[in-house]
């Protein structure tokens, strides 16, 4: 009876696993820009297959406190959005009040054959002069 449990735990174990059945891998920061209240998103996503469609669905700003302060959705328009590519990164720029620390949440997608997956990466603070 061990030996049987043995057998089938490293069965399992040897079996892939992929955590999204689209996304292979992704990261985003929040930088401070130069000038007023200028704030960079930087951020890169890699599918696992050639997409139909992939990048950033949305970036929402808040205060290191939390209130949510403004939000943008991504479109191939702003180049948060690129299609019929499996990798595709960039910086993208926006403007905040100045005087406050600020982190963002980015949610990152890809769209292969219309199997959708989403991840929500929450960056790492920065004062915004």
Known sequence: ????????????????????????????????????????VSYDVAASRGGDSIGVERIRFYTEDGDLVAYV????????????TSLHAGDFDYTLPSGEYYYAEVTIFAEYKGVYDSRTVTTNTVWVR
């Open 1 to 40: 009876m061990m030996l049987s449990c043995c057998i089938s735990a490293s069965a399992l174990s040897s079996q892939p696993f992929r955590a999204s059945p689209t996304l292979s891998s992704y990261n985003a920061g929040l930088y401070t820009g130069s000038g007023k209240g200028k704030v960079i």
């Open 73 to 84: 959705t991504g479109t191939t328009s702003n180049g948060l959005v690129c299609e019929d």
